[in-house]
């Protein structure tokens, strides 16, 4: 697990995260546009492979690959259409101690702790690439193992919403998990199970739980309205629960804090779950939600660098920002472009276009965005997904981005995006491709309990925690079992990185570190399909 990863991690990330907070009073340029699922033209593309890495890149290939890893990770009874063979069923008893039907959900990354903040982020996140990039994804034909990928998430989530108030919040705890080191087939450690209530509020759970419900109510509205339909129900009353009991849910789960604490607050997920839900239902109370308490909530306040399964803001700015083009919306005006001018710093932060040095956001030699030395590829792939997000919002309305250092149209800030995603797909200083099972060079010993021991299918032999350690953790091969589609933690400020099973902070994969590839990798695909039937049609 590593959220911002561990002990270590969460104490830099309060640190980082309350600097960034306190600089709230920023004057950024605003525009304007609206964001449709049209495809950039083939001319767009030819652009891009001219001002990135002319390393050619298997989009299909990584696209095929990243969904393949929420497999991995699943907890449950694993379906009849399972891909990757070497896991079996586990976490079968969860929540029987509290006479609850937990089974099911995902893993968030090497160990067996199910944490609900960053489960829901995942689904939140691979729901709005659905929505974003439906098409692609279909045609790239990947639309069903995304829905797959989703629906596992949000099947858990409607079984751990036991009642209107009451939330399950995780399943097993981080330090009892860190004891042992066992495949998730065979696991000894306690599966306790925590909830948020409301005698013990979690609005920060309850409201990224609500936004990932309603993201996803959207991606399945045709294909299957009832499921839709109760998705939506579920986040309506998870949302006014959140809403109305009123607390950080780590106050309430103290075993979450060493793993997941909130360090933002719970505020920027009232706004996130109050947007997602105006998507789903169109219902203004959703919008005035946003609207009204958009200076309390910090919603145009914060000028944040970096988005993530604690830290929405930047997310909530953007998705404020695209709402501006619609003509109903224009009695809001006021508010949405304050949103708007947050969102533009975020984007100007990436494309290191603020007037303040200090405001950009770091990169390593080889041009990898930086944040922190734990798990750093979290930030890179959510702000690649962010940026692939506004350029076609540009786009669409023919307009540009216009940062303190000079303007910058939608062609350069998708070929930005693009640049991130080649680095993690292997153009970087150590050719490493960092999505693990892609390319010829990917990390070999990952920091994931399953995958480094001998499958439980292939043997069946049991493997207890100090074992565990013993005889696999401390292992100089590599691991038995390939994590196709994760992206590991990534290299550190210099773009070096160690490929060794205890260098967690770099090795750890985790299931919101993939979950905003999956749409751009579509994106990037399809856009080079067309430049290749542009260049054949000009023979």
């Known amino acids: 697990m590593v959220g911002l990863g561990g002990k270590e991690g969460t104490m830099e990330k309060k640190m980082m995260v309350k600097k960034q907070l306190n600089n709230n009073h920023q004057n950024i340029p605003r525009f304007a546009s609206h964001s449709t699922l049209l495809l950039f033209s083939a001319a767009v593309f030819a652009i891009l492979t001219t001002t990135t890495a002319a390393q050619p890149f298997d989009y299909a290939d990584a696209?095929?690959?990243?969904?393949?890893?929420?497999?991995?990770?699943?907890?449950?009874?694993?379906?009849?259409?399972?891909?990757?063979?070497?896991?079996?069923?586990?976490?079968?008893?969860?929540?029987?101690?509290?006479?609850?039907?937990?089974?099911?959900?995902?893993?968030?990354?090497?160990?067996?702790?199910?944490?609900?903040?960053?489960?829901?982020?995942?689904?939140?996140?691979?729901?709005?690439?659905?929505?974003?990039?439906?098409?692609?994804?279909?045609?790239?034909?990947e639309l069903e193992h995304a829905l797959e990928a989703i629906k596992w998430g949000?099947?858990?989530?409607?079984?751990?919403?036991?009642?209107?108030?009451?939330?399950?919040?995780?399943?097993?705890?981080?330090?009892?998990?860190?004891?042992?080191?066992?495949?998730?087939?065979?696991?000894?450690?306690?599966?306790?199970?925590?909830?948020?209530?409301?005698?013990n509020p979690g609005s920060d759970l309850a409201g990224e739980t609500a936004a990932a419900m309603a993201a996803a109510s959207i991606v399945f509205k045709k294909t299957n309205p009832h499921y839709s339909h109760l998705l939506l129900h579920h986040a309506q009353e998870l949302f006014e629960f959140g809403d109305k009991y009123r607390g950080k849910y780590d106050g309430s789960v103290a075993?979450?804090?060493?793993?997941?604490?909130?360090?933002?607050?719970?505020?920027?997920?009232l706004l996130w779950a109050a947007l997602w839900l105006y998507e789903a239902t169109d219902r203004e109370e959703y919008l005035r939600y946003v609207v009204n308490n958009a200076d309390a909530f910090g919603g145009i306040g914060w000028a944040i660098t970096e988005f993530s399964w604690d830290v929405k803001y930047a997310g909530v700015q953007i998705m404020a920002s695209k709402l501006l083009e619609k003509e109903k919306h224009k009695q809001h005006a006021h508010i949405l472009k304050q949103y708007r001018s947050k969102a533009e710093y975020y984007?100007?932060?990436?494309?290191?276009?603020?007037?303040?040095?200090?405001?950009?956001?770091?990169?390593?030699?080889?041009?990898?965005?930086?944040?922190?030395?734990?798990?750093?590829?979290?930030?890179?792939?959510?702000?690649?997904?962010?940026?692939?997000i506004y350029s076609e919002f540009?786009?669409?309305?023919?307009?540009n981005l216009r940062c303190p250092t000079g303007t910058v149209d939608h062609e350069e800030i998708l070929s930005f995006a693009k640049s991130q995603v080649d680095y993690v797909l292997g153009s970087n200083p150590m050719n490493m491709s960092y999505l693990v099972g892609y390319g010829s060079k990917y990390p070999t010993k990952v920091h994931h309990r399953g995958a480094s021991i001998v499958?439980?299918?292939?043997?069946?032999?049991?493997?207890?925690?100090?074992?565990?350690?013993?005889h696999w953790y401390n292992r100089a091969e590599v691991n038995p079992n390939v994590l196709v589609g994760a992206v590991v933690g990534g290299p550190d400020s210099e773009?070096?990185?160690?490929?060794?099973?205890?260098?967690?902070?770099?090795?750890?994969?985790?299931?919101?570190n993939t979950a905003p590839l999956v749409g751009v990798l579509a994106k990037l695909l399809q856009l080079e399909e067309n430049h290749e039937l542009e260049l054949f049609a000009s023979y």
């Not at 399950?168 to 705890?173: I, L, N, P, Q």
């Not at 540009?394 to 307009?399: F, P, T």
């Not at 439980?456 to 100090?466: A, D, H, L, Q, S």
């Open 63 to 141: 696209l095929t690959k990243s969904l393949l890893y929420f497999e991995s990770q699943r907890s449950g009874r694993l379906p009849y259409n399972q891909r990757v063979t070497w896991r079996d069923h586990s976490g079968l008893t969860d929540g029987l101690e509290q006479g609850v039907d937990l089974v099911g959900g995902y893993y968030d990354a090497g160990d067996h702790v199910k944490f609900g903040l960053p489960m829901a982020f995942t689904v939140t996140m691979l729901s709005w690439g659905t929505i974003e990039f439906h098409e692609e994804i279909a045609i790239a034909g």
């Open 154 to 199: 949000t099947d858990f989530f409607i079984k751990a919403h036991t009642s209107p108030n009451v939330l399950w919040a995780e399943v097993g705890d981080g330090d009892t998990d860190h004891y042992c080191w066992q495949r998730p087939e065979d696991m000894t450690t306690s599966r306790q199970a925590y909830k948020i209530d409301q005698s």
């Open 255 to 269: 075993v979450v804090k060493n793993y997941y604490a909130s360090v933002s607050g719970y505020m920027d997920e």
């Open 347 to 388: 984007l100007c932060s990436c494309l290191n276009k603020n007037n303040d040095t200090t405001t950009n956001i770091d990169r390593t030699p080889g041009g990898l965005l930086y944040i922190r030395q734990w798990n750093n590829m979290q930030y890179v792939t959510t702000a690649a997904f962010l940026l692939t």
């Open 394 to 399: 540009l786009q669409d309305s023919n307009q």
């Open 455 to 470: 499958s439980y299918r292939e043997n069946k032999g049991f493997i207890g925690c100090t074992q565990g350690y013993d």
């Open 495 to 512: 773009d070096n990185f160690c490929d060794q099973r205890d260098n967690y902070m770099q090795t750890e994969a985790c299931t919101y």
